[in-house]
T-cell receptor
Framework: GDSVTQMEGPVTLSEEAFLTINCTYTATGYPSLFWYVQYPGEGLQLLLKATKADDKGSNKGFEATYRKETTSFHLEKGSVQVSDSAVYFCALVSGGGADGLTFGKGTHLIIQP | GAVVSQHPSWVICKSGTSVKIECRSLDFQATTMFWYRQFPKQSLMLMATSNEGSKATYEQGVEKDKFLINHASLTLSTLTVTSAHPEDSSFYIC?????????????FGDGTRLSIL
């Protein structure tokens, strides 16, 4: 079945540091890939997505590129802020939007001032 | 953008009580709604998928008699945790999918934190 593996945290960085959160996947067919963010006590918000190989999703300074050859979708940001502290989930859907998402375990990101 | 409203956001109740959680899509018709469960510091696990007007499809290991799902309209799905016990305490999150292109994302509610005493 489908699976998503992402680096486990917590990841602690100083403000303005460069961020990478690794995510790799296994899936049948050609999945769509997503990064969701969850702030404390809240639900999930879509951060960015990519639907085919070599697509780059971007939002709020975050980027991730769909790499089919390495089955990866690593999340990056050039300069993190304290407000970026949250849990980040990598996810995929294989069969289309009408199927449930498969999530990674989440990476807790802590940004220190 | 699309908004999904989930209610209540927090429930504390005694063991043996049944609890109903509502999930509403506010500005689109949700052909499919999903219910996930999240344990502390863990990922979201899909519990069930519901399509409007039909029975929900449950994931392996999820008790359908314990977690009753109703999707009576294109804007509302409910999850009822029947005779809840402390082990049912968790964070429950719904999401809604409006159909159309298959690469459209699901939109999530803010979740319901259920605590059974």
């Amino acid at each position: 079945g489908d699976s998503v593996t992402q680096m486990e945290g917590p990841v602690t960085l100083s403000e303005e540091a460069f961020l990478t959160i690794n995510c790799t996947y296994t899936a049948t067919g050609y999945p769509s890939l997503f990064w969701y963010v969850q702030y404390p006590g809240e639900g999930l918000q879509l951060l960015l997505k990519a639907t085919k190989a070599d697509d780059k999703g971007s939002n709020k300074g975050f980027e991730a590129t769909y790499r089919k050859e390495t089955t990866s979708f690593h999340l990056e940001k050039g300069s993190v802020q304290v407000s970026d502290s949250a849990v980040y989930f990598c996810a995929l859907v294989s069969g289309g939007g009408a199927d449930g998402l498969t999530f990674g375990k989440g990476t807790h990101l802590i940004i220190q001032p | 953008g699309a908004v999904v409203s989930q209610h209540p956001s927090w429930v504390i109740c005694k063991s043996g009580t049944s609890v109903k959680i509502e999930c509403r899509s506010l500005d689109f018709q949700a052909t499919t709604m999903f219910w996930y469960r999240q344990f502390p510091k863990q990922s979201l696990m899909l519990m069930a998928t519901s399509n409007e007007g039909s029975k929900a499809t449950y994931e392996q290991g999820v008790e359908k008699d314990k977690f009753l799902i109703n999707h009576a309209s294109l804007t509302l799905s409910t999850l009822t945790v029947t005779s809840a016990h402390p082990e049912d305490s968790s964070f429950y999150i719904c999401s809604a999918y409006g159909g159309g292109r298959s690469n459209q994302p699901q939109h999530f509610g803010d979740g319901t934190r259920l605590s059974i005493l």
